[in-house]
């Protein structure tokens, strides 16, 4: 079992809808984060969530530390969106400079 | 925002020469950068954490001394992938967390990219 797991792996939805990425993990965690890698590869960090929710645009994060997991939502869902969207967690330490562990990312195709 | 610039962003070269792949951190200082490797429709793995003026640190499995990483600055990591093989083909990215930027902010824990090195050896 992964230490960082993601569903759906893949997922097409019609422009406008609401899209849910789950992120379940198993470690201890300072962090978590939320990346966007676009087809050319470019990857872009959309959040970086200790507790609770963060929002950001059509874009929401959120985590539950105690049951271990965390929902990426879009809301109004563009073309522009697709991509694949990576949850990546950042293992507890004193130095700040402890690498990510990340889920098999999923990847999203909004249809026009 | 804090900006990290990869470069090349694509080489193609023959089998048995080295490439040599830069992160360079524009606007922060970062103590520490970590080297990824991507195969297509995989997800990202960590090859090696690069720590400014030591030895970097290897994941199990990853050879030090073909991919060799050298961490003179601040701002600059640089991977050197030697005696290229085929097999080495893949996208090559860079990762780093600001420890002080110019704003001066200290260890921010947010973290950027690299844009990304395509590496094609024939």
């Known amino acids: 079992k992964n230490e960082v797991e993601q569903s759906p792996q893949n997922l097409t939805a019609q422009e406008g809808e609401f899209i849910t990425i789950n992120c379940s993990y198993s470690?201890?965690?300072?962090?978590l984060h939320w990346l966007q890698q676009h087809p050319g590869g470019g990857i872009v960090s959309l959040f970086m969530?200790?507790?609770g929710k963060k929002k950001h645009g059509r874009l929401i994060a959120t985590i539950n530390i105690q049951e271990k997991h965390s929902s990426l939502h879009i809301t109004a869902s563009h073309p522009r969106d697709s991509a694949v969207y990576i949850c990546?967690?950042?293992?507890?330490?004193?130095?700040?400079?402890?690498?990510?562990?990340f889920g098999t990312g999923t990847r999203l195709t909004i249809i026009p | 925002g804090a900006v990290v610039s990869q470069h090349p962003s694509w080489v193609i070269c023959k089998s048995g020469t080295s490439v040599k792949i830069e992160c360079r951190s524009l606007?922060?200082?970062?103590?520490?950068m970590f080297w990824y490797r991507q195969f297509p429709k995989q997800s990202l793995m960590l090859m090696a954490t690069?720590?400014?003026?030591?030895?970097?640190?290897?994941e199990q499995g990853v050879e030090k001394d073909k991919f060799l990483i050298n961490h003179a600055s601040l701002t600059l990591s640089t991977l050197t992938v030697t005696s290229a093989h085929p097999e080495d083909s893949s996208f090559y990215i860079c990762?780093?967390?600001?420890?002080?930027?110019?704003?001066?902010?200290?260890?921010?824990?947010?973290?950027?990219f690299g844009e990304g090195s395509r590496l094609t050896v024939l």
């Open positions: 990762s780093a967390t600001p420890w002080r930027t110019s704003g001066g902010a200290i260890n921010t824990g947010e973290l950027f």
């Open positions: 470690v201890g965690i300072s962090a």
């Open positions: 969530l200790s507790s």
């Open positions: 990546a967690v950042k293992g507890r330490s004193n130095f700040g400079n402890e690498k990510l562990t």
């Open positions: 606007d922060f200082q970062a103590t520490t």
């Open positions: 690069s720590n400014e003026g030591s030895k970097a640190t290897y």
